[in-house]
């Protein structure tokens, strides 16, 4: 996952001003904010909706914002980095090259533009049991291709070209790509015929469809342009297909200008409604330029976060949106696996300091999340009942939640494990300059608040070595924080931060602190296998009830979803489950 950064004068000033508001212990009645300018153009409503604020703010100049259309033809958006691969076989989930293969390249099931729903793709239908797509056993997925689709190189889709893209991903295997979305689940692929495709499975898996089918990873390229291009060479990238795309989505590829932009262009043989402008992704403007070139109308939209508000409220013929949540929670991860000796010299809790499940609860109980959402998210953000990301299926909105600190109790809590009132002293290592480095320093205000002579030193690193340290396998620090991956099922964030088992369960040991590892494991097991609905959501409201008096992570909040673009775009529309900036740019018109 490349972590999103963003840097400058603007970004330090407004993590000072979150922090002076952490300190102050500031808090808004409702969440609502109005602002007006001198003659009143500036309004900002909110409204809560299912827990979450949902915000927009449109400024307008003195003659209705109708001025000159900049770029007409073109729609202009600055990203904050670059991709490294624009091969769907090789891409890391959440890095930048996601952003372009989902414009031009398409699955055989797509998220819908609305909401969380499965809807057809390059497949002319969703697979169920009630269709009969999917067998009575849960193994045997079967998916009707669409005929007269074309590829951008002018050659036909058929199902031989969506088993080759599958079989690639398996067959090149790269490290560093999303190939286990596949490969950890997928037996068997076959042709049945030129427009039927069937995939058996390893075990029944609910998952499936929202976690591997719907994967930029299993986006369809065309077999001949590989083919043609070097071929598939087991554990190697492809260098044609690095930089080049061959897909069968509203977009082509015209020209990738590294460093500078990468330009798209209108496919016209397009099978679906096509898109309505070419495109132009400009890479990695700072946050000042990025904000600059908003208001000044060079771009049409701009990658964004909650602290981008200040900058660019008051802008005319600016909106800014934030609606819903992203699907990345802030955590702060708290290490059960650490070895001896490795810890800084100036910490001084025991290796075993969190197996102790009243020593994560204090944790939990003592931030103060309200002042996170409030100061470093500006408001757009909301809490999470410990793992599953609100709009995600399987989300219990009567599941305890974390969400007020409760100083007392965490006292009490750290009295009973014996570090109150002698205290102790604790490392967290964060990556510098940004809500992550925020997210660590209110937990230290948060702990150290507590009349227990608690110090945790905030070790605020650059990008690179904070990921040297995230890579470690034992991590050789009691605590980090980041964001999680964003996934469209629940499984997929209960296995990788929740199971004992799992990604993080071995890297961090959750079986030391667990009070029922087994349970917990059994539990998410279960629900992968389930394809009845109400029961599989059953299965997860029973793993988040547990999870908040067994927590193995602080999570901070689920970040707002924070954009900003000039108000003569038309048909603007997000989804956090779509790979950031959760656009999809073929929508759009102006």
Request: contains cysteine.
């Amino acid at each position: 996952m490349t972590i999103k950064t963003t840097r400058g004068r603007w970004r330090l000033l407004a993590m000072l001003l979150a922090l002076a508001l952490v300190a102050a212990a500031c808090t808004s009645d409702d969440g609502a904010d109005t602002t007006a300018s001198d003659d009143g153009a500036t309004t900002t409503q909110a409204e809560e909706d299912d827990g979450g604020d949902d915000e927009t703010t449109t400024t307008e100049s003195d003659d209705g914002g109708d001025g000159e259309v900049m770029n007409p033809g073109v729609l202009v958006h600055a990203a904050d980095d670059e991709p490294t691969t624009l091969d769907p076989a090789q891409v890391e989930p959440g890095e930048g090259g996601e952003t372009v293969i989902f414009q031009a390249y398409e699955r055989l099931l797509e998220i819908a533009d609305d909401g969380p729903d499965l809807v057809p793709g390059l497949a002319t239908e969703v697979p169920s049991v009630e269709n009969g797509l999917i067998s009575e056993d849960g193994l045997t997925y079967t998916f009707p291709i669409r005929e007269d689709v074309v590829f951008h190189d002018g050659t036909p889709l058929t199902a031989d070209d969506v088993k080759y893209s599958w079989d690639r991903v398996l067959e090149m295997d790269l490290p560093e790509s999303a190939a286990g979305a596949l490969g950890d689940i997928v037996s068997e692929t076959r042709v049945v015929d030129d427009f039927t495709f069937e995939v058996d499975l390893q075990v029944p898996s609910a998952a499936f469809l929202n976690t591997a089918v719907v994967a930029m990873v299993s986006s369809i390229v065309s077999e001949d342009a590989v083919e043609a291009n070097g071929g598939i060479v087991a554990g190697e990238p492809n260098e044609y297909m690095q930089t080049n795309m061959v897909g069968t989505g509203p977009y082509t590829l015209v020209a990738w200008n590294r460093g500078e932009n990468i330009q798209l262009e209108v496919f016209d043989d397009y099978w679906g409604t096509p898109a309505n402008l070419d495109v132009r992704i400009e890479i990695g403007p700072t946050p000042d330029v990025r904000v600059l070139g908003l208001r000044a109308g060079d771009f049409d939209t701009i990658e964004a976060d909650p602290s981008f508000i200040g900058e660019i409220e008051g802008a005319e013929g600016v909106t800014i949106v934030g609606e819903g949540l992203t699907v990345e929670p802030i955590h702060i991860a708290l290490n059960l696996n650490i070895p001896d000796g490795v810890l800084p010299e100036e910490d001084t809790i025991p290796t075993d300091f969190f197996h102790d499940p009243r020593v994560r609860q204090a944790f939990n109980h003592a931030f103060d999340y309200q002042a996170f959402v409030d100061g470093a998210l500006g408001g757009f953000g909301d809490f999470n009942p410990h793992y599953i990301p609100q709009g995600i299926f399987g989300y219990d909105p009567t599941a305890p939640v974390y969400s007020e600190p409760d100083a007392a109790l965490a006292e009490e809590l750290l009295t009973e494990a014996g570090y109150c009132p002698d205290g102790f002293t604790a490392s967290v290592i964060t990556e510098e300059a940004n809500l992550f480095e925020t997210a660590a320093l209110v937990l230290k205000d948060s702990m150290e608040r507590l009349p227990c002579n608690i110090t945790i030193r905030v070790l605020a690193v650059a990008e690179a070595q904070f990921d040297d340290a995230h890579a470690q396998d034992p991590i050789e620090y009691a605590m980090w924080v980041k964001n999680a991956d964003p996934f469209a099922d629940p499984h997929a964030y209960l296995s990788s931060y929740v199971h004992p088992d799992g990604e993080w369960g071995e890297i961090h040991g959750f079986r030391n602190g667990y009070e029922d590892p087994d349970r917990i494991a059994q539990l998410i097991d279960d629900a992968e296998v389930e394809l009845d609905r109400d029961a599989r959501a059953e299965l997860y409201a029973e793993v988040q009830s547990l999870l908040y008096d067994d927590p193995m992570w602080v999570i901070a909040a689920q970040e707002g979803v924070v954009a900003a673009y000039r108000d003569w775009v038309q048909g603007w529309t997000s989804n956090p489950l779509w790979p950031r900036p959760s656009l999809k740019f073929a929508l759009m018109d102006k």
